[in-house]
Nanobody, 124 residues
Framework: QVQLVESGGGLVQAGGSLRLSCAAS????????MGWFRQAPGKEREFVAT????????YYADSVKGRFTISRDNAKNTLYLQMNSLKPEDTAVYYC?????????????????WGQGTQVTVSS
């Protein structure tokens, strides 16, 4: 069992930056692929970024490519999402997720554990 707790969300002006963190419990974190997803009001949850267990494979949604960076520190059981050049359309609740596989994947249906989410609001 893995428990995930996100932090680092908040209110920021357009063009600003935020760094989200996701602290994971359990000794198996380093063997799991991880992902970030987001859900805006009235919209479905969407993929943001994913990273394999070693960090060797990383994928981004086209909408965040070049602005967001996903990373992980297996020694600290922590996943990160550095978000730069934020836009109002990035406003959403951001969730981290873990899957019982070493392979990164864009599909939310393939993730086994989810955090409670952290709100990111970007003002124009």
């Amino acid at each position: 069992q893995v428990q995930l707790v996100e932090s680092g969300g908040g209110l920021v002006q357009a063009g600003g930056s935020l760094r989200l963190s996701c602290a994971a419990s359990g000794r198996t974190f380093s063997s799991y692929a991880m992902g970030w997803f987001r859900q805006a009001p009235g919209k479905e949850r969407e993929f943001v970024a994913t990273i394999s267990w070693t960090g060797g494979s990383i994928y981004y949604a086209d909408s965040v490519k070049g602005r967001f960076t996903i990373s992980r520190d297996n020694a600290k059981n922590t996943l990160y999402l550095q978000m730069n050049s934020l836009k109002p359309e990035d406003t959403a609740v951001y969730y981290c997720a873990a899957r019982r596989s070493p392979n990164a994947n864009r599909s939310a249906n393939l993730y086994d554990y989810w955090g409670q989410g952290t709100q990111v609001t970007v003002s124009s």
